[in-house]
């Protein structure tokens, strides 16, 4: 459901945006350098870098800026890739993974570096809690949070011990966590929103409302809409979880799930400095995860639960309030004065899926969670590789990305099956 505007109803985000724009849907035939599909955070990065390289860009959206993940998600802004650095040297190598690394650390940079400079109001506040959800996720964070420290210098991240973890977030959940103060929490849509205004300073055309029915396989490539087309020599497809069937070579690799979350009524400055000391945002470790931090104006938003079907819940806030009441009982009947859920993309790695389908036509998606910082990480390093130096992108493309088994028509069914094992497994002790 949405509202007037085109966005999502009974979203807080919605209802506290910084000056959405008026539609300007494609209407005849137009040409660019590249055209970009999909007007959230990667397609917008990539954009604003395209432009200050010299790029004419035009951006297409079926929706609205931000319509999609970027602008329904819980704001937190994670310091690394969707898996830790411990794995990814498994599995990759020392070298590789710390290249990985690298990119990690410039996607936070490049996030902080677009809100200054463009001075992008989004509520941007330090420092994300990763809490031990059982005890024996507490010494796995021990031992990552000296890892990082011992192997990459990284003196950002600290374990905290139980009894203090319970001083800094009021519940008896947590065994113990990391307190990472490179990372952050913000208004995702107005970051989403505020991209989009840089961008259309630096000269890109944007165009809502106007989705893509059929890109050509030719050089230029011809990409159309039902009201008009734009030709360009380079395509991005930027879509994330919305890709749908519009390009079946890479739909595959990635699964659309969603995600829910609710805001409260406003709680008073006391009852907010008790609930989150420290006005950090909070992540626990189950595999269907809680997450949460606090609005601006002292609303509790909390995000918990997923499904795994073209539909949301009929009752999003009864369906987020019970992991919101395990983890603080004190809330249980508190008021919830929005609910709103968002398609996200994962893969089956849980890593991004980059890549290239034509020398002319390139993607980044399948960001399986830590959209704010990879996906305007994704827009930069699309850029670079449009521009001719790819060899960042390709740290990334070269992830090995299988698809979901069964394709799309037949991968949900599995997914529902792994997905209700993990859950089943949060619930034990352990």
Known sequence: MTDAAGYPANSYYVATANGIEPVSPLMGDEKADVCIIGAGYTGLSAAIHLAERGYAVTLLEAERVGFGASGRNGGQLGTGQRHDQETLEKELGDEWAARLWELAKDSVATVKGLIERHDIQCDLKPGVLHAAWKKGDAEWLKEEAAHMQDKYGYDQIRYVPRDEIRDMVDTDRYWGGNLDMGGAHLHPLNYALGLARAARSLGVTIHEQSRVVDISHTDPAIVKTDKGSVTAPHVVLACNGYLGK?????????????????????????????????????????????????????????????????????????????????????????????????????????????????????????????????????????????????????????????????????????????????????????
């Open 246 to 430: 519009l390009e079946p070579r890479v739909a595959g690799m990635i699964m659309p799930i969603n995600n829910f979350i609710v805001a409260t009524e406003p709680l008073s400055e006391a009852d907010a400095r008790k609930l989150i000391r420290d006005d950090v945002c909070v992540q626990d470790t189950k595999f269907v995860i809680d997450y949460y931090r606090l609005s601006a104006d002292n609303r509790l938003l909390f995000g918990g639960g997923e499904n795994y079907s073209p539909n949301f819940p009929k009752d999003i806030a009864g369906f987020v309030r019970k992991p919101m009441s395990l983890a603080f009982p004190q809330f249980k009947d508190i008021r919830i004065d929005y609910a709103w859920g968002g398609t996200l993309a994962i893969t089956l790695k849980r890593m991004p899926h980059f890549g290239r389908l034509a020398p002319n036509l390139i993607y980044a998606h399948g960001y399986s969670g830590q959209g704010i910082n990879m996906a305007t990480l994704g827009g930069k390093l699309v850029a670079e590789a449009v521009a001719g130096q790819a060899e960042r992108f390709d740290w990334m493309a070269n992830l090995k990305t299988p698809k979901f088994p069964g394709g799309t028509l037949l991968r949900y069914p599995g997914l529902v099956a792994g997905m209700l094992w993990y859950a089943m497994k949060d619930r034990l002790p352990g």
